[in-house]
C-alpha cells in the first residue's frame, strides 16, 4: 500500500463524496436560485441584489427550522416542553373550508395581512353591486370564493361527480398531497415562478383547469376556440393582462378560481347576467346581445338571483329566466341554423327542454322545445288575455292533437289553407322565432337573431295589436299579414267574412283567433272573453251561448255571441 | 428540515394529563368565585393560570336575540343565521364586540345592550374589500384596517362611516393599536415594513421602521399592541420575534426565535398584553397562544389544532379586554374564543412557584 495508491484510494472515494455534494448544492442552489427571484423571497434583504448568504435562509419562512430542545413553560414546569406539529398534524375531521397539509402554510401566509395573494381578494374589474345578499355576501362558512382546498380527490369523488378526471390518470404537473388531497400546492408550486403566479402549468386555452375538469362538449366549442379579442372597452372579461382572445382565456372568460364574484361555481361576476353580458355587448362577441335587453318586452334576465342550476328539473324548478336557460356556455359553437330550420342551431346545443307531449329531453332537438321548458309546463303568473279556453300553457296549444295549431310541433290540420305567403304550403312547419324575435334585426348588422328582446308587446318580430277595438292596417297586423296574405283575407267573398269584422267592426285578430292553437275548435278559433287589461269583448249571445259550430265543409261556420252590441245567436257564414 | 417525533412515552402522558385537564372542572384551589366550567390551563395540580369561557360565531353566542322585526339583516338574508365568515381581528368597547371579518368582507358590531348586530359592509363610496384589522376608541369610534384598500377608515359605533383615518404612503395597512390616552393609533404596515404613529384627527406623526432582520427593523410586521404603559408591541412577523418600542417609537427590547417547539414561533401573529404584563402571542401555525414575560421567558402555551374548545385553527389576532379576558380569533373555525387570564390575589410576578 504505497503512497500512491491510498492516495488513488482515498480521491476515488472522496470523489464519489464530493460529486454528490456538488449536485445535491448545484441543485438546491438552482431551487434557490429560482425561489429568490421570486416574491417567495421573503428574507429581509432589503433592495438590492440578493445576497448569497440568504440562500439558506430562503426556506425557513415555509419549511420551519427545528430545535432539537423544547422551553420548559415556567407555568407548567412538571412538563416538558411541546414540538409543534405543523402542518402534517391528522386532519381531525376538518370542514369544508378548513384548511389542512400544505394550505394551512399556504393560507397561514396568504391571509390578507402577510400577503394579498388574491385569497378572498375582490378581483379587479368584477363589478360590485350592493344588491341582496348573494354571492359573496352570503353568509355561512364555507361559501368560499375560492376554489376548494384541502378535500379529498379520489376516484370514488370522480365518479360521483361526473366530470372530473380519474386522478389516476392526472398529469404529472399536477401534485396531489400523500393522503390524496388536492391542496393549493396541486395548481401552484411555491418554489418556482416558471409560469405566472406560481403555476404549475401554462393556463393557456384552459389547460390547467380541464386537467381534472372534463366538461362535455367543451372542446369544440365556441369558447374553447374562438380568437375574438376584447376591445378594451367596459370592465375586463377576464383578469387582466390575460391572454388576447376569448380561446386562450378559456375557463377565465367566465370563471375565477380565487375572489369569484359568485361562489357557487365560481363564476367571475357577481352580478349573474353580467357573466355573459360582459363579452356579448359587442366588446368581445361579434353579436351585441346586451342591448337587445334593454328594450321595453324582453327575457327578465335583470331579476336573475342564481336560482338557476345546470342539473335542474324543469317539472319541479322555481320559475326564473337567465342566459343559461336557453344557451350552454360549454357546448354551443359558432355554425347557426339554417334560415327556417326547426333543429336547434350551434348556439343552443346541450340545453334541456320539454318535449311537446311534456317530457323533459337532456339536450333539445326543437328549437320550441328549449322553449316549452318554461312555457309549456306552468301557467304564467302575469296578466294576459282570458279567452274561452283559459290555459296560457303554450304546450297544451301546439299539440298536434289538437283540432288547429300553428304548425310548430307539426304540420298543420289544414291541407286547403289559402291566402299564405308563397314561402309557405300547408305542409310548412315554423319556430316559435318566425313571430318571436328581434324586431330589428337587419342582414350583416351586429344584432343577434332570438327572444332576447322587442319593441312589441309579447317579444314580436312584427306588430300584432291583440286588443279592443284596433283599426285595422298592415302596420296592425304586420306579424300576421307577414304570412297570411291582407288582401286575401280582406276582399276574399267565399268563407267567414274577414273584411267585415276586421276593417268596419274594428275587431282584432285576436278577438276570435289564438295565435298558438285552439283546444276546441278548427283555424284557431278560441274567443277572448277579457283583454290584458281586463275589459270584457265576447260574451255570450241573447239566448246565454258562447260557441262556435264548424259547417261540414270549410269555410263554413255557425257562432253563438255578441261582440260590439252584435247579437249573433246565431250567426252563421 | 426534518420533524422529530415526540417520544411516544411523553406523547402518551401528554395526552393523558391535557385530556384529564381538558375534562375536568378546576378542583381544589378554594373553590374561587366563577363556577368553574371550562377547561384550565396548565392542567392540575398546577395552578390554572388560563380559563376557557365561551366561544363567539354568531350573534346568538352573545345573547343577541335576531328578531325579524328588529334586524334587517335577517330579512334580507332570509333563514341563513348571521355568521363570521372568516374573521381575523377583535377589540372591544363599551360592551360591543367589533370584529374584523375579510372573509364576510366585512367589521361586525355585536351590541347585546341594544340586542343589535351590525354589519358594516360600505364605507362611503366604497366597499370593504379586506378588512383585516381593527381598534376601537373608548367612545366607540372603530378604526378599520382594509390592506387591499390601502386604507384606515373610521367607522361609528352604529356603523356610521365617518372618514379615512389614514392612507397616504401606506403600502399594506394591518396591525392596529389605539393608545387613548395620548389619543394615538398607531398602524402597522405589513408591506412596508414599519408602523406609522396617527393623532386622533388623522394627521400623520411620525414613523419608524425599515426592512431588515436588526434591531427596530421589520421583516412584514403584522399585528400590534399597546401595555399598560403605552409601549407599542409589534409582531414582526417574519422576524419570528416580538419586539417593543416606547410611544414614540424608540426601541425597547425584543424576544422571540424561529422554531417548532414551544418558546419559539413558527408564525407570530396577533400580540397582547394582560394587567400583569405578560405578553400573549398568537402562533398560527402552533395553532396555540404563547405567554412570555417581557424578557422572553415562556410561561405558558395553551390550544392545540382542532375544533373544540380551547382548539385552534390558523388563529389570528388577540385582544385582552380591561378585565383580562382574552379574546382570540379562531380564524378557520370561524369564531372567537374568549379566555380569563385567572390572576393572583396578591401580585404575581409570573410565578416562581405553583
Not at chain 2, 365617518?162 to 397616504?168: D, F, H, K, S, Y
Request: charge should be positive; include cysteine; charged fraction near 15%.
Amino acid at each position: 500500500m504505497n503512497a500512491r495508491q491510498s492516495r488513488e484510494r482515498s480521491v476515488g472515494r472522496g470523489g464519489r463524496w464530493l460529486a454528490g455534494l456538488l449536485l445535491m448544492s448545484v441543485s438546491l442552489a438552482v431551487l434557490a436560485g429560482n425561489l429568490a427571484l421570486t416574491k417567495h423571497n421573503l428574507t429581509p434583504s432589503g433592495p438590492g441584489p440578493v445576497k448569497e448568504t440568504a440562500r439558506s435562509g430562503l426556506c425557513v419562512f415555509c419549511h420551519t427550522p427545528h430545535h432539537a430542545q423544547a422551553t420548559r413553560a415556567l407555568w407548567n414546569r412538571n412538563l416538558p416542553g411541546i414540538t409543534y406539529q405543523l402542518y402534517q398534524s391528522p386532519t381531525m375531521k376538518a370542514q369544508p373550508g378548513q384548511p389542512t397539509g400544505a394550505s394551512r402554510l399556504c393560507l397561514s401566509c396568504h391571509d390578507g395581512v402577510l400577503a394579498l395573494g388574491s385569497v378572498r381578494m375582490p378581483t379587479p374589474g368584477s363589478q360590485f353591486t350592493l344588491g341582496p345578499l348573494t354571492g359573496p355576501g352570503s353568509l355561512g362558512t364555507n361559501l368560499s370564493d375560492d376554489h376548494p382546498v384541502s378535500i379529498t380527490y379520489d376516484s370514488a369523488l370522480a365518479a360521483l361527480q361526473g366530470q372530473l378526471v380519474d386522478p389516476v390518470t392526472l398529469p404529472p404537473a399536477i401534485h396531489l398531497d400523500q393522503n390524496g388531497q388536492l391542496q393549493c400546492t396541486a395548481c401552484h408550486d411555491p418554489h418556482e415562478e416558471i409560469n405566472p403566479d406560481f403555476l404549475r402549468m401554462d393556463d393557456r386555452y384552459g389547460n390547467l383547469c380541464t386537467a381534472c375538469h372534463q366538461i362535455p362538449f367543451w372542446r369544440g366549442s365556441i369558447h374553447a376556440t374562438s380568437t375574438q379579442t376584447w376591445t378594451g372597452a367596459g370592465t375586463p372579461p377576464w383578469p387582466q393582462p390575460g391572454f388576447p382572445t376569448v380561446g386562450e382565456n378559456a375557463c377565465l372568460s367566465c370563471h375565477r378560481p380565487h375572489g369569484a364574484g359568485h361562489p357557487q361555481w365560481l363564476m367571475s361576476q357577481m352580478d349573474e347576467p353580467s357573466n355573459c353580458t360582459l363579452c356579448h355587448d359587442g366588446t368581445a362577441a361579434q353579436k351585441d346581445v346586451a342591448t337587445e335587453f334593454l328594450k321595453p318586452f324582453h327575457h327578465p334576465i335583470e331579476s336573475a338571483q342564481w336560482t338557476h342550476r345546470p342539473d335542474e328539473d324543469p317539472v319541479t324548478m322555481v320559475r326564473h329566466v337567465t342566459c343559461a336557460d336557453c344557451h350552454n356556455p360549454h357546448a354551443a359553437t359558432a355554425s347557426p341554423s339554417a334560415p327556417g330550420a326547426l333543429t336547434v342551431g350551434g348556439s343552443q346545443q346541450q340545453v334541456s327542454g320539454v318535449s311537446i307531449a311534456g317530457a323533459v329531453v337532456q339536450a333539445a332537438t326543437y328549437k320550441y322545445e328549449i322553449c316549452l321548458k318554461c312555457h309549456g309546463l306552468q301557467e304564467p303568473s302575469t296578466p294576459g288575455i282570458l279567452r274561452q279556453d283559459a290555459t296560457r300553457n303554450i304546450r297544451l296549444r301546439l299539440d298536434p292533437a289538437n283540432p288547429s295549431y300553428h304548425p310548430v310541433a307539426a304540420i298543420g290540420k289544414n291541407p286547403t289553407i289559402t291566402g299564405l305567403d308563397p314561402k309557405y304550403t300547408s305542409a310548412s312547419q315554423i319556430g316559435c322565432i318566425d313571430c318571436h324575435d328581434n324586431d330589428t334585426w337587419t342582414a350583416g348588422g351586429t344584432q343577434p337573431r332570438g327572444p332576447h328582446g322587442s319593441n312589441f308587446r309579447y317579444l314580436l318580430a312584427q306588430q300584432y295589436q291583440a286588443d279592443d277595438p284596433v283599426v285595422e292596417s298592415y302596420a296592425n297586423y304586420a306579424l300576421c299579414y307577414k304570412c297570411h296574405d291582407r288582401a286575401t283575407l280582406l276582399n276574399s267573398t267565399t268563407g267567414f267574412p274577414h273584411n267585415r269584422h276586421l276593417v268596419l267592426d274594428q275587431a282584432s285578430c285576436a278577438a276570435c283567433h289564438d295565435a298558438h292553437g285552439s283546444r276546441n275548435n278548427r283555424a284557431l278559433v278560441d274567443f277572448m272573453l277579457r283583454t290584458r287589461a281586463g275589459l270584457p269583448v265576447v260574451t255570450p249571445s241573447s239566448s246565454g251561448l258562447l260557441k262556435f259550430v264548424p259547417g261540414a265543409t270549410r269555410g263554413h261556420g255557425t257562432c253563438y255571441l255578441t261582440c260590439h252590441g252584435h247579437d249573433h245567436n246565431p250567426s252563421v257564414y | 428540515m426534518g420533524k422529530r417525533k415526540i417520544p411516544l412515552w411523553s406523547a402518551l402522558v401528554l395526552s393523558l394529563v391535557l385530556a384529564g385537564g381538558c375534562g375536568t372542572t378546576g378542583t381544589g384551589a378554594g373553590g374561587s368565585a366563577a363556577a368553574a366550567k371550562g377547561p384550565v390551563w396548565p392542567a392540575p395540580p398546577a395552578r390554572p393560570r388560563i380559563r376557557y369561557l365561551r366561544s363567539i360565531a354568531t350573534p346568538a353566542d352573545l345573547g343577541i336575540r335576531q328578531s325579524l322585526g328588529r334586524n334587517w339583516l335577517a330579512r334580507l338574508s332570509g333563514s341563513r343565521p348571521v355568521h363570521f365568515v372568516r374573521p381575523t381581528s377583535v377589540a372591544d368597547s363599551q360592551g360591543r364586540l367589533y370584529v374584523a371579518d375579510p372573509g364576510a368582507r366585512a367589521l361586525w358590531i355585536l351590541d347585546p345592550t341594544q340586542q343589535r348586530v351590525i354589519r358594516v359592509r360600505q364605507v362611503g363610496k366604497s366597499l370593504l374589500r379586506t378588512p383585516v384589522a381593527v381598534a376601537v376608541r373608548a367612545d366607540g369610534v372603530a378604526f378599520v384596517a382594509d390592506s387591499t384598500a390601502r386604507r384606515v377608515y373610521r367607522v361609528g359605533s352604529d356603523g356610521r362611516f365617518l372618514g379615512i383615518a389614514a392612507e397616504a404612503g401606506l403600502q399594506r395597512p394591518a396591525g392596529l393599536a389605539w393608545d387613548e390616552r395620548r389619543g394615538r393609533l398607531y398602524v402597522v404596515d405589513s408591506a412596508g415594513h414599519r408602523v406609522l404613529a396617527y393623532d386622533r384627527n388623522g394627521d400623520k406623526l411620525f414613523s419608524w421602521g425599515v426592512h431588515g432582520a436588526g434591531v427596530g427593523e421589520f421583516n412584514y410586521p403584522t399585528y400590534a399592541t399597546l401595555d399598560r404603559q403605552g409601549h407599542v408591541l409589534v409582531t414582526d412577523s417574519l422576524n419570528f420575534r416580538i419586539q417593543a418600542f416606547d410611544a414614540d417609537g424608540h426601541f425597547l427590547w425584543q424576544f422571540g426565535s424561529h422554531g417548532d417547539t414551544s418558546g419559539s414561533f413558527a408564525l407570530p401573529k396577533g400580540v397582547a398584553v394582560d394587567s400583569d404584563g405578560h405578553v400573549y402571542v398568537v402562533d398560527a401555525l402552533f395553532d396555540a397562544v404563547q405567554i412570555f414575560r417581557p424578557d422572553g421567558t415562556l410561561l405558558l402555551g395553551f390550544g392545540r389544532h382542532g375544533s373544540g374548545p380551547g382548539r385552534f385553527w390558523l388563529p389570528a389576532g388577540i385582544w385582552i379586554d380591561a378585565q383580562d379576558r382574552i379574546h382570540v380569533v379562531d380564524t378557520y373555525n370561524h369564531r372567537v374564543q374568549v379566555f380569563q387570564y385567572l390572576r393572583a390575589a396578591r401580585q404575581d410576578t409570573g410565578g416562581a412557584r405553583p
